[in-house]
């Protein structure tokens, strides 16, 4: 459930039309709800009361500044995967001891970093990041809380770029070699134990992946503890999916996960982090689109919108599904059209959606991309010299520009002439 309903036929954003937030800013430009943002942590949050646990935002997904601090005023820790996400976390104002650290790559400077600024746990994915963690936790007299991420070796039954569970994936250290890694681990110098991550891929529609992961993470659990290591807490990663498509069944809620989680898990007093991104963000977010052209092609028709590929990519990188409404509806009783609905990038993959019935549109209309909260801002680039669009918050009456439009001017003053080139 998501706060972008029509209203009198008009499209709102909890309480905003989104035609007011058009006229304002232009298009195109993402808008987020909070009352979404909220609803969506809080239902994770609620899902494992009784178990001690932490949310912490996959702030991949998307991390503005004014979405970090919406989440965190509500206790929500985050999952980065970057020094710079490390460094949004702490400007958003999350203390180090609700960040975790992701990320198969971590460099010495990032380690350095969040070490000296505090850290709940770095999620540890190979043994030379190991040695890496270890080495830079010595030289700064520290001590690194650590857990090590296990790739379970399941099939998250998603697109092939989102899964991360199986292993011909970068990800994590094979289970079946775990207990050798955490010997390791224990005899490095500079490391903490403190438990075991694991986290098999994104958008999963249904539960019974994730349970077979955590079947085999609470069997290492036992394991690891025999074997001497103080396993206190398990990070559970995120990946629960949203429903794309309102057609579509939906994906499982997060009240049936945390069940899960407490049924799979619960015997075992671990502490239980999870790491959701798409579902908080994802339907907390829509795309504002305005119809430049309508184009007669030889057999079809093409909707040729101001948003393209580079502002929104998911369905040229994953061939994505978005629901696509007019944000006026339609008068009752006109017929739907079918249109090819394109950006004006030069690239044939800037096509967001083939054969799509929606409202007969004109030049000048909006439209709306739904479910486009996560992983849109944030993987977008100013492909074709196009500004990165504004990004909208609204709360209940109000909406506010959480990141403005960059002129033509700010975006070619980011080049430098070399000497040679001058005068
Ligand atoms: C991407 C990612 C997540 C978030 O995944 P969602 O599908 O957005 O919930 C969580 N943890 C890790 C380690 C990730 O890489």
């Avoid at 309102?246 to 945390?258: D, K, Q, W």
């Avoid at 502002?311 to 061939?319: G, Q, S, T, V």
């Avoid at 019935?357 to 849109?376: M, N, P």
Wanted: glycine share 10%; net charge negative.
């Amino acid at each position: 459930m998501d706060h972008f309903l029509y209203r009198d036929g008009v499209l709102h954003a909890e309480d905003v039309p989104v035609t007011e937030i058009a006229a304002a800013v232009g298009t195109p430009f993402y808008c987020y709800s909070t009352a979404t943002l909220e609803r969506h942590f809080r239902l994770f949050d609620d899902a494992l009361e009784g178990m001690d646990h932490l949310v912490c935002y996959a702030m991949k997904a998307a991390s503005n500044q004014a979405i970090l601090r919406t989440l965190a005023a509500l206790g929500a820790g985050m999952d980065v995967v970057s020094g710079g996400e490390y460094a949004r976390a702490k400007a958003a104002g999350v203390p180090g001891e609700r960040i975790v650290f992701s990320g198969v790559g971590k460099t010495e400077e990032e380690i350095a970093a969040a070490l000296s600024g505090g850290i709940r746990q770095f999620n540890v994915e190979s043994e030379p990041e190991m040695a890496a963690i270890s080495a830079v936790a010595s030289r700064l007299g520290r001590e690194a809380p650590i857990t090590i991420r296990v790739n379970p070796d399941v099939d998250a039954k998603t697109h092939a770029k989102i899964a991360t569970g199986k292993s011909e994936n970068k990800f994590g250290i094979p289970i079946s070699r775990a207990r050798d890694v955490y010997a390791l681990a224990a005899s490095l110098p500079g490391l903490k134990v403190v438990g075991i991550d694991v986290h098999i891929g994104s958008q999963l529609t249904q539960l019974a992946p994730f349970e077979a992961a955590y079947r085999k993470v609470a069997e290492l659990t036992e394991t690891l503890r025999a074997d001497g290591h103080d396993i206190k807490r398990l990070d559970l990663g995120g990946g629960l999916g949203i429903p794309y498509e309102r057609s579509n069944t939906a994906p499982p809620l997060p009240v049936e996960y945390g069940a899960m989680v407490k049924r799979e898990l619960g015997h075992l007093g671990c502490e239980i982090e999870i790491e959701p991104g798409r579902l908080i963000a994802g339907n907390a977010g829509i795309m504002v689109s305005k119809v430049i052209y309508v184009k007669s092609g030889e057999d079809r028709e093409f909707l040729i919108v101001d948003g393209a590929m580079n502002d929104l990519i998911r369905p040229a990188m994953y061939e994505a599904h978005h629901d696509i409404v007019p944000v006026v509806e339609a008068a009752p009783g006109q017929v739907p059209a079918t249109y090819d609905i394109v950006g004006p990038v030069c690239e044939s993959g800037d096509t967001f959606a083939k054969g799509r019935d929606i409202a007969k549109l004109e030049a000048d209309d909006l439209i709306a991309f739904r479910s486009a909260g996560a992983y849109g801002a944030v993987m977008a680039s100013e492909y074709n010299t196009r500004p990165l669009i504004p990004e909208v918050l609204v709360n209940g009456d109000q909406f506010a520009v959480i990141r403005r439009r960059p002129s033509y001017e700010e975006m070619i003053n980011r080049d430098s002439i070399p000497e040679w080139l001058e005068g």
